[in-house]
């Protein structure tokens, strides 16, 4: 069974800080998904990735495959950031996803 | 855009009610989900849907059933709710595969 590992668990940052959200997995995938769940909002899909890196906007996700591991980097965040962010994994053919517990990142103006 | 709808964002209904839970998505998804998000337990998936008329046992399947009649929609059946299945349920979709999910907007749903 694949574990899905988020770290840290709380994270309050400054406004304009880089703040980066580190996701550990125990066993091979196929995908990494990253998510973002505002207070009372709907989950909102951010990433999907297999393998080196990908961009929107402030946000950078990476993977690195051989260390089961990814990270989300957040660039000059922002108050609006704020919000749990969820690591999810495909391990197999199908579409099942395992998630992590999520972190809740909080951004002071 | 993606549009995936549940039938109510709360819902308080009683010990031993049957409890009917409905999503629907408008862009002809294959894969549909249902999950439950507990506070400390993160997202757990219930059932999923592959095709119409399909579906496969997620992680916590006990005490819940689902219907997919139709490729759009995909209902979660509480047959007789028990409080501890108060919990914010969420429905998802995806093309097909290892696509990005879409999730709507959830139901809270508390059971006294």
């Known amino acids: 069974k694949n574990e899905v590992e988020q770290s840290p668990q709380n994270l309050t940052a400054q406004e304009g800080e880089f703040i980066t959200i580190n996701c550990s997995y125990s066993v091979g995938i196929s995908a990494l998904h990253w998510l973002q769940q505002h207070p009372g909002g709907g989950i909102v899909s951010l990433f999907m990735l297999s393998s080196g890196k990908k961009k929107h906007g402030r946000l950078i996700a990476t993977i690195n495959i051989q260390e089961k591991h990814s990270s989300l980097h957040i660039t000059a965040s922002h108050p609006r950031d704020s919000a749990v962010y969820i690591c999810a994994v495909n391990t197999g053919a199908n579409s099942k996803l395992t998630f992590g517990k999520g972190i809740t990142l909080s951004v002071r103006p | 855009d993606v549009k995936v709808t549940q039938s109510s964002r709360y819902l308080v209904k009683r010990t031993g009610e049957k409890v009917f839970l409905e999503c629907v998505q408008d862009m002809d998804h294959e894969n549909m989900f249902w999950y439950r998000q507990d506070p400390g337990l993160g997202l757990r998936l219930i059932y999923f849907?592959?095709?119409?008329?399909?579906?496969e046992k997620g992680d916590i399947p006990e005490g819940y059933s689902v219907s997919r009649e139709k490729k759009e929609r995909f209902s979660l059946i509480l047959e007789s709710a028990s409080t501890n299945q108060t919990s914010m349920y969420l429905c998802a979709s995806s093309i097909t595969g290892l696509d990005t999910q879409y999730f709507g907007p959830g139901t809270r749903l508390t059971v006294l």
């Open positions: 849907s592959y095709d119409v008329k399909m579906k």
